[in-house]
């Protein structure tokens, strides 16, 4: 890792604001010397970085081990797991303290907390180090990643999304069964382009560019009328979009939804996390963030009570 002093490189180079461990507070930046970040994920307190070299860096808080690098304590400095470096890893996604990465050959490993389930080996045991989930072999080619706080989600290439973890709120799309320690596909009859796992509520993007939810109601971040809410724990279909849906991303209360021509935000806004102006609390009815109308979005992305969006132009807007 090259230091903050030197000129900051054309791409690469990772900035860092708010709490973290990195740099308590202070906008902060870094970048890996000849190698470029393909893929940033960030969980409760704790962060993964995937470049285009298929190396795995990990930094921030550790107590469950969701660093993966064999011990519990916090790491301030983007730390290479070495471990994995025979592996080529390509994607990665943080919960509240676990995490996930796979790998170009289709393996999926696992780390950190496990209380409900949510690394997908079997058990409820924590680990320090990445482990790999034997369910997923080389003919699950993944596309996507995701999990909540103590849920796990892995969207293949063919569209079959698997999920695994808490289930308390049916976040993982099961009735009646309050964790799953072992992949379950979640399936509504075709194939899914897109998942998102918040903290407590979950929602996927079908082929004909249809959006689900389900989980935790409160706050109208399902964006499901009330006649359906009696129906949360299965995935269910969102009213109210005048376009195909592309991508979610699912918050703490909030759910943000791109379009091929808009981006809808619906669900808790108390922190203005909707976009949708100081005044707007809370609303189960999907809206348009109208400032960015004329805005190409590209990408849509959510912490717990705040959103951001990248445009065509790679600018980025924060809500």
């Not at 808080?61 to 011990?71: E, K, R, V």
């Not at 063919?158 to 709120?169: H, I, R, T």
């Not at 689900?212 to 359906?228: H, M, R, V």
């Not at 806004?269 to 109208?290: D, S």
């Amino acid at each position: 890792m090259v230091e903050p002093e030197e000129v900051v490189p054309d791409s690469g180079a990772v900035f860092t604001f708010g709490k973290t461990k990195f740099a308590e507070n202070i906008p902060s930046k870094f970048w890996f010397k000849n190698d470029i970040p393909t893929c940033l994920a960030c969980g409760d307190e704790h962060t993964a970085i995937v470049t285009g070299n298929n190396k795995l860096y990990m930094f921030g808080s550790n107590n469950w081990g969701q660093l993966g690098l064999g011990s519990k304590s916090a790491v301030s400095k983007p730390t290479c797991v070495k471990a994995l470096k025979p592996e080529k890893v390509k994607l990665a996604a943080c919960g509240r303290n676990h995490t996930l990465v796979s790998t170009e050959g289709g393996k999926v490993y696992a780390a950190g907390g496990n209380n409900e389930g949510q690394l997908g080996l079997g058990d409820t045991k924590d680990r320090s180090t990445f482990h790999p989930i034997d369910f997923f072999t080389s003919q699950h080619q993944l596309k996507q990643l995701s999990a909540g706080s103590n849920t796990s989600a892995a969207l293949t290439e063919d569209g079959k999304l698997f999920m695994w973890g808490d289930n308390s709120e049916g976040q993982i799309g099961l009735k009646n069964v309050p964790n799953v320690c072992l992949p379950h596909q979640v399936t509504v009859g075709k194939p899914v382009t897109w998942i998102s796992c918040g903290y407590y509520h979950s929602a996927f993007v079908t082929i004909e560019g249809e959006l689900y939810t389900f989980g935790e109601t409160e706050c109208g971040k399902l964006g499901l009328p009330q006649q359906l809410l009696m129906n949360h724990t299965v995935p269910q279909m969102v009213p109210g979009f005048a376009d195909k849906v592309i991508q979610v991303a699912c918050g703490g209360g909030h759910t943000v939804v791109l379009t091929e021509k808009a981006v809808y935000t619906f669900g808790l806004g108390q922190f203005g996390q909707l976009g949708l102006g100081t005044f707007l609390f809370e609303t189960a009815e999907p809206r348009v963030i109208e400032p960015i109308k004329d805005q190409k979005i590209i990408y849509v992305s959510c912490g717990e009570n705040h959103t951001a969006l990248i445009t065509v132009t790679v600018t980025m807007e924060l809500v």
